[in-house]
């Protein structure tokens, strides 16, 4: 069974802190993606790669980095945790045949005090 | 801009009584398209896709959506909802498969 596999379900950090939330796929893609889902604003996208070492900003960047040193790893980094910055977040991948769309993990939802 | 719009933010439909959930999304080209299901502290599962040909395409858990063209539409329906189909959904729209817009969910609650 193909997976995206996100290393934490729950995790609460404080104000400040540097957080890393990291995302393992097992399937080979080339694709991987950060999402943010709030309430209303559905799913939006903070990063994305194509590549090893590479790295392209979504929509709301402002506030992350990501690294990606491996092919099927893809860490998304929180450099001064905020309030702001809870939320819960989902990783997925996807190859560029793109037959069967996005892979999505389960999911980890941040709270920043 | 590419946008994809769910009018609906909440759903309430009976058992067995049939669902249409709508999308609709805004650029010239034909896009791919897809419906994604999500449970309650879940991440996104794929319900159903269109590439290209046949406009009436068929899902997993009977789920179907239907392409209009002129209408820049993906509806999703389900001729008889049951009680485990109570989710979140998003609708998604991508031009290649390295990027995709998602709209913003249609909770979807259903009664016994």
């Known amino acids: 069974d193909v997976k995206v596999t996100q290393s934490s379900r729950y995790l609460v950090k404080r104000t400040g802190e540097k957080v890393f939330l990291e995302c393992v796929q097992d399937?080979?893609?080339?694709?991987m993606f950060w999402y943010r889902q709030d309430p209303g604003l559905g799913l939006r996208l903070i990063y994305f790669?194509?590549?090893?070492?590479?790295?392209e900003k979504g929509d709301i960047p402002e506030g992350y980095s990501v690294s990606r040193e491996k092919k099927e790893r893809f860490s998304l980094i929180l450099e001064s945790a905020s309030t702001n910055q809870t939320s819960m977040y989902l990783c997925?991948?996807?190859?560029?045949?793109?037959?069967?769309?996005?892979?999505f993990g389960s999911g980890t939802r941040l709270t920043v005090v | 801009a590419q946008s994809v719009t769910q009018p609906d933010i909440h759903i309430t439909v009976s058992e067995g009584a049939s669902l249409e959930l709508r999308c609709n999304y805004s650029y010239g080209a034909t896009p791919y398209l897809f419906w994604y299901v999500q449970s309650p502290g879940q991440g996104l599962q794929l319900l159903l896709k269109?590439?290209?040909?046949?406009?009436l395409v068929q899902g997993i858990k009977g789920f179907e959506a239907e392409f209009k063209r002129s209408q820049s539409s993906f509806n999703l329906r389900k001729p008889s909802v049951h009680w485990s189909d109570a989710a979140e959904y998003f609708c998604a729209v991508g031009y290649n498969f390295n990027k995709f817009y998602f709209g913003s969910g249609t909770k979807l609650n259903v009664k016994p």
């Open positions: 399937m080979d893609h080339e694709n």
């Open positions: 269109y590439f290209s040909g046949d406009t």
């Open positions: 997925a991948s996807s190859s560029d045949t793109g037959g069967i769309g996005y892979t």
């Open positions: 790669s194509y590549d090893v070492k590479m790295k």
